[in-house]
C-alpha cells in the first residue's frame, strides 16, 4: 500500500522558516512525480510544488515562489519542503501527494499543520 507521511509542522512567527518532510513507502518513489498542496481553514485545497519524478523540473505556485524550495531524495524516498518568509497567509494543513507531473495525484498522506502567527 501507498503510505506517505508528511512531518515538520508546527507554530511560527511571520517571518520564520520551517522544513517539511515526507516520507513514501509501498511504491516506486522515484518512478513518480510528488507533490505539496494545503488546505487552510474554511479553503478550498490549493497546489504548492510539483517536483517530476526525476527531479528535473519544480513548479510553484505563484503565492510561494521564491519563499518556498522543495526537493526529493529519491535514495531516501523522502520530500522536503522548505519554507522561507512564512506569511499568516501561509497557515494551512500541508499534505504531500504521489503521482503523474500532469498534474493527477491519487494517493495522499496525513497532513501537517503550519500555522503561522505571532
Known amino acids: 500500500d501507498v503510505q506517505l507521511q508528511a512531518s515538520g509542522g508546527g507554530l511560527v512567527q511571520p517571518g520564520g522558516s520551517l522544513r517539511l518532510s515526507c516520507e513514501a513507502s509501498g511504491f516506486t518513489f522515484d518512478d513518480y512525480a510528488v507533490a505539496w498542496f494545503r488546505q487552510a481553514p474554511g479553503k478550498e485545497r490549493d497546489g504548492v510544488s510539483c517536483?517530476?519524478?526525476?527531479?528535473?523540473?519544480?513548479d510553484y505556485a505563484d503565492s510561494v515562489k521564491g519563499r518556498f524550495t522543495s526537493s526529493r531524495d529519491n535514495a531516501k524516498n523522502t520530500l522536503y519542503l522548505q519554507m522561507n518568509s512564512l506569511k499568516s497567509e501561509d497557515t494551512a494543513v500541508y499534505h504531500c501527494?504521489?503521482?503523474?507531473?500532469?498534474?493527477?495525484?491519487?494517493?495522499w498522506g496525513k497532513g501537517t499543520l503550519v500555522t503561522v502567527s505571532s
Open positions: 517536483i517530476s519524478a526525476a527531479g528535473l523540473r519544480i
Open positions: 501527494a504521489v503521482g503523474y507531473s500532469g498534474g493527477y495525484f491519487p494517493s
